[in-house]
């Protein structure tokens, strides 16, 4: 069984920044890629940015872009989201996401809650 943990979450305050990790552990897999989404109170799960493991390449959401950095190791299968100039409106529980040979994300973690106060 796979499992993914975050951490990092945490009360910041607006223009301030937060690094989230995210491991996975369990049973070994190779993934093909591990993201991060976000879901406010009310709103639909938003996607912010992933990392292929293959060539380290990365792609963001528009409301991210510029903000937030991805990172990763992929030999410790670990994934970091480097979140600058945070504000009210990226108050949300962050969730990382892996996948391996499925073109969805199937596994997911328990979700770290952020919190930007103005």
């Known amino acids: 069984q796979v499992q993914l943990e975050e951490s990092g979450g945490g009360l910041v305050q607006a223009g301030g920044s937060l690094r989230l990790s995210c491991a996975a552990s369990?049973?070994?897999?190779?993934?093909?890629?591990m993201g991060w989404y976000r879901q406010a109170p009310g709103k639909e799960r938003e996607f912010l940015a992933r990392?292929?493991?293959?060539?380290?390449?990365?792609y963001y959401g528009d409301s991210v872009k510029g903000r937030f950095t991805i990172s990763g190791d992929n030999a410790k299968n670990t994934v970091y989201l480097q979140m600058n100039s945070l504000n009210p409106e990226d108050t949300a529980v962050y969730y990382c996401a892996a996948r391996s040979v499925s073109p969805i994300y199937t596994y997911w973690g328990q979700g770290t809650q952020v919190t930007v106060a103005s």
């Open positions: 369990g049973r070994t897999v190779s993934y093909l890629d």
């Open positions: 990392i292929w493991w293959s060539t380290l390449g990365t």
